[in-house]
């Protein structure tokens, strides 16, 4: 391996990691408002989307050298192709789970409420909290079906 291969493979994922725990430390280092804190998470999962993109737009994989360059073009778009599966699933299945956890944390409440209230509204107060629940499994079911076809 040259220089710059092992540079890149042990720096940079460090450097990347610094960035995005740069504004949450600071934050915190400074005791700041929970505004201030809402604020550095939100640049945070924005670096983060950013850094995503980046990874996806220029993968490390084509800076390898190799002596027969159809056969690396191949490997690479296999592997590029199984990495964005992977990223797909990842996606469905995060995005669900989020997804469910909005719905059951606005359901629950009000349906625990209403029980207290009244009793009888038991039944239709759980079809609305499992409503929200299915919502994460079909995001684990895409997920399921995307990696089955990898």
């Given amino acids: 391996m040259s220089g710059?291969?092992?540079?890149?493979i042990m720096l940079v994922p460090l450097l990347i990691v610094a960035i995005l725990a740069l504004?949450?430390?600071l934050?915190?280092?400074?005791?700041?408002s929970p505004k201030t804190m809402r604020r550095a998470m939100i640049t945070n999962l924005?670096?983060?989307?950013?850094?995503?993109?980046?990874?996806?737009?220029?993968?490390?994989?084509?800076?390898?050298e190799a002596a027969d360059a159809a056969q690396t073009a191949a490997t690479a778009a296999a592997n590029?192709?199984?990495?964005?599966?992977?990223?797909?699933?990842?996606?469905a299945v995060g995005v669900g789970s989020i997804g469910c956890g909005i719905a059951v944390?606005?359901?629950?409440?009000?349906?625990i409420g209403a029980i207290?209230?009244?009793?009888?509204?038991?039944?239709?107060?759980?079809?609305?909290?499992?409503?929200g629940e299915g919502v994460a499994i079909y995001g684990l079911l895409i997920a399921?079906?995307?990696?089955?076809k990898l």
């Fill in 23 to 25: 504004p949450v430390y």
């Fill in 105 to 111: 944390g606005n359901a629950a409440p009000a349906a």
């Fill in 144 to 148: 399921i079906m995307i990696l089955g």
């Fill in 46 to 64: 924005c670096a983060f989307a950013a850094v995503m993109l980046c990874a996806i737009v220029f993968p490390v994989c084509g800076m390898v």
């Fill in 4 to 8: 710059i291969t092992i540079l890149e």
């Fill in 80 to 91: 590029s192709s199984a990495g964005l599966g992977y990223l797909a699933a990842a996606l």
């Fill in 116 to 131: 207290a209230e009244e009793p009888k509204v038991f039944g239709k107060a759980l079809i609305f909290v499992a409503l």
């Fill in 27 to 32: 934050a915190i280092r400074r005791n700041q």
